[in-house]
Structure formats: C-alpha cells, structure tokens
C-alpha cells in the first residue's frame, strides 16, 4: 500500500549516530571554553547550551535509522513519539505543580524551549531504547 | 493472537534468521511474533504463511482475548 508522500518521514543513515553522540561531548568542551573566556557568565546560560546541544542529540537518534529498519522496528519508534509525548505532558504538569506549591505561580524560567525540546526527545529516545531493550531481553 | 510459525518452521527446517532472511526483517522480529509479543501486519503474516506454503489462518489464529 502506498504512503501519503508528505506523511513521509525520511530517515538519516545509521552513520549520522556518530555525530549525535558529538553534541552529547562539545557543550562540556564549549561551557568550560566560555567560562575561562568570561568568568561572570550567568549559569542559566550555561544550562541552555547543554540543553541545546542535547535535544539536537537525541533529535538525531531519534530520526536515525536502525540497521534493520523493518515493521517492528517502525512500530517501535512511533510508540515511542506517542510515548515520549505523552511523558512530557506530564513531566512539564509535575513541574507546573511543584512551582505552583512552592512559589505560588504556575510559570518560571526553567521552561524554555531548549529544555522543552530536550525533555520531548530525551523521553522519546528513552521509550524506544526500552522497548528495544525488552524485546531483547525476551529474546536471550 | 496466537500462531504455529514455530511448528511450522520445524516442518521446513528453517532457522529464525532463515526465515527473517525470507520475509525481509530481523530475526528479533520474527522471535517477538513466535514469542505473541508483537502482532505482525497483514502482509508481513501474508508473507509468513506464503513462506511456508499454508493458508493465513494455519499460522495465525485469534484467541478467546482477542
């Protein structure tokens, strides 16, 4: 049966892994250059860089083709968006919560779009490794 | 849904790799399926019976929970 072309989601090659775990290392590298550059860099900016670098990480997994991309596989990943989706919801509702009860607001500054991002394909590529991980399990 | 693909797959002496070599996908897969741990589309369950030379429904059979 043929797919909707623009529903298509096309798959990077499994050689692109490579520099995903590159954006995991250069914010260290990065946050420690700056803060010997300048001393009296403000710390929040120093988490938004990590987390920057981070989501473009597990964007990168997340959208990387496994050496066996077949129907299991295929359903696997789109559980784990539905999953990952579904965790942050409710990870960001949590956090909401907390703020609300100790500072007596539902907004702060810790929701930004880099930690957003980062939380969404974090808890997507966790959902994916965990179902990889219990087929496997079962196979052994 | 249960099924016989290990049943059948001894009949023909197959491997799970042999199989998985014949209908395109890795050997996890077809062990998730033997397992009933995960569902196969219909044309990979096609493409499983077509294999063996059985009809679907030899291979693949709903149960009481289904």
Redesign the interface.
Known sequence: MKKNSILNVPLLSPGWKKLAYVFFFLPVILIIGLALASPSMDPNSAGEIFYGFWAIGFGILNLTREKVEDEMIRSFRQQAFQTGFFWMIWGLGALMLVNYLIYDRVTTEIFTAYLVLFLLNGYIYGAFQYQKFMVGKEDS | MKNTIKVERAKKDLTQQDLAEKV???R??I??IE?G??V??T??ALKIARVFGVGLEEVFSLEESD
């Open positions: 395109q996908v890795s996890q897969t062990n998730s397992a741990k995960y196969p589309s044309v990979l």
